[in-house]
């Protein structure tokens, strides 16, 4: 039996950042716990002081099949290139035609650079463009394949 686990990324703004991956992941923000209508009725109910309500985002895979995903506030800056990336399979997946792959990767690289991202490169291989490596707002890499 798999073991169920989240993605945690560290952050300035975990709402925000938690906004955009939505946007690239189509992943819906978690609900609230039971008994509350949002969770800053449930941040509010426990007293949390509202300086504190971003301190952490929460997006799930609506169809229940990827890893959630939390965004955790830290003080410092990413200073450094990510260990660990995530491959965003918007065209397919190589397995997918080139011609039927490339211009969904393409859509989808201007979706995301309107919402805040940037493109470091595009990437070829056996002289066609394969993917792209990208950065969210906050300049965690990602690759778009």
Known sequence: MAIQWTVTIDCARPRELAKFWALALGYAEKPPPAGFDSWEAWLAHYEVPEEEWDDGAYLLDPDGHGPALSFLKVPEPKVVKNRLHLD????????T????????VVAAAERLTAAGATVIRQHELQGNPDHMEMADPEGNEFCLI
Not at 88 to 95: A, N, P, Q
Not at 97 to 104: G, Y
Request: charged content about 40%; glycine content about 18%; proline content about 12%.
């Open 88 to 95: 965003v399979r918007v065209g397919g997946g190589r397995e």
């Open 97 to 104: 035609p080139w011609d039927v792959r490339w211009p969904r």
